[in-house]
Structure formats: structure tokens, C-alpha cells
């Protein structure tokens, strides 16, 4: 079945540090690749995503391409901010032969920020 | 324009009752899934649904069922509540909820089970 992995966290960065999550994947289809954002006691926000191999999302200075041959999703950004403390999730959703779009999740990778 | 709503916000209940949590999509959206997001887990996907029809379940027991109604809202009801099922349930919506559409979450509903 589908699944996404994720580097383990916490990330703990000082402030104007690169940032980089790893996510791969695997599926059985051609998914679509998400990273979501979940701040504190909040629901989880799209941050950026892609549907096809080579494409590049991004938003707020956060990037990420979709690599088909390594099977990735890594998520970059050149300078992070104190807000930008949070837990990330990097998804994909593939229809594995059936209609049921489902989002698949990763366990999530906790980034803090300090000034 | 709203974004997706939920009720209600927190909800504490004891083994063995029932619940029933409510989502309402964003205007103009005809999809909508549940996901159970355990503390420091990923979401898990629940239920998915379209035009009032079930599109897809994940792996969960028949203890959990949904419905969609004719303006799209939906609910998720638990019945014979377990220690286990205290979570987060997030209700996410999309306009049809195929290929590569976002889906939009709401704020959650945090169920505690005692």
C-alpha cells in the first residue's frame, strides 16, 4: 500500500538557518504530493504541493520538487522564521486503482525555531 | 468566505458511549473525508465522501460510520466509545476530491474517551 516516510524530528534551528525536511514516498499510482503545516491546537494548512513528476511547489519561501526517480518530496527553505515553528506533514494521495482520492500521511516532523 | 467548520471544538465522553461529530464543507465544495489524528501521529483517513455517497473507508471498525447530507455537511458517529479512539478527528473538504485537489481541514474536534 501507499505510505510516506519522514525524517525524524524535532528540528531544532536557530533563526535564519536552512531548513530541510526529507519525505519519500511509495505508491502503487501516480500520486500527488502535499506538505501540510499544523501550528499549536490548530488544523493542518496546505503549505505547497504538486501533481506531476519535476514540478516545484511553493509558498512562503518554503520549496519543494517532485522527484519521480528518487521517489522524494523534500521540503527547503533558505531562512527560517521563530512563526515558522510547527509540526510539517508531507502526504500524497493516489487513487491505487479505485475513486477514493484519501490523503496518506507522514508521522509528521516537528520544527523549532529559536531567535 | 468561511473555511471549513466543526462542532464541536473539544468533547469528553466515557468508554462505551456514543458520539456524533459535525463538519460543514467549505461553500461550494461536494467532498468530504474524515481523518483520526493520534497525539504525534499523522492523520489516518476514515471516510471519504461525494454527492452523499461513500467513495471510500480506511481501516477502521464498523464502531465508526458517516454521512453526508444534500447541503454537503457531514457527521461522524462513534458508537461504543473506547479508551483508543480519543484523538483529534479532522474533517477536510475539496471540491469533488479527486486527482490532486487540496483538501481543505477544518480546526478539528479533540474527542477525550474516559
Known amino acids: 500500500g501507499d505510505s510516506v516516510t519522514q525524517m525524524e524530528g524535532p528540528v531544532t534551528l536557530s533563526e535564519e538557518a536552512f531548513l530541510t525536511i526529507n519525505c519519500t514516498y511509495t505508491?502503487?499510482?501516480?500520486?500527488?504530493l502535499f506538505w501540510y503545516v499544523q501550528y499549536p491546537g490548530e488544523g493542518l494548512q496546505l503549505l505547497l504541493k504538486?501533481?506531476?513528476?519535476?514540478d516545484k511547489g511553493s509558498n512562503k519561501g518554503f520549496e519543494a520538487t517532485y522527484r519521480k526517480e528518487t521517489t522524494s518530496f523534500h521540503l527547503e527553505k533558505g531562512s527560517v522564521q521563530v512563526s515558522d515553528s510547527a509540526v510539517y506533514f508531507c502526504a500524497l494521495s493516489d487513487p491505487s486503482g479505485g475513486s477514493n482520492y484519501k490523503l496518506t500521511f507522514g508521522k509528521g516532523t516537528l520544527l523549532t525555531v529559536n531567535p | 468566505d468561511a473555511g471549513v467548520t466543526q462542532s464541536p471544538t473539544h468533547l469528553i465522553k466515557t468508554r462505551g458511549q456514543q458520539v456524533t461529530l459535525r463538519c460543514s464543507p467549505i461553500s461550494g465544495h461536494k467532498s468530504v473525508s474524515w481523518y483520526q489524528q493520534v497525539l504525534g501521529q499523522g492523520p489516518q483517513f476514515i471516510f471519504q465522501y461525494y454527492e452523499k455517497e461513500e467513495r471510500g473507508r480506511g481501516n477502521f471498525p464498523d464502531r465508526f460510520s458517516a454521512r453526508q447530507f444534500p447541503n454537503y455537511s457531514s457527521e461522524l458517529n462513534v458508537n461504543a466509545l473506547l479508551l483508543g479512539d480519543s484523538a483529534l478527528y479532522l474533517c477536510?473538504?475539496?471540491?469533488?476530491?479527486?486527482?490532486?485537489?487540496?483538501?481543505?481541514f477544518g480546526p478539528g474536534t479533540r474527542l477525550l474517551v474516559l
Open positions: 477536510a473538504s475539496s471540491l469533488r476530491g479527486g486527482a490532486g485537489e487540496t483538501q481543505y
Open positions: 504538486a501533481t506531476k513528476a519535476d
Open positions: 505508491a502503487t499510482g501516480y500520486p500527488s
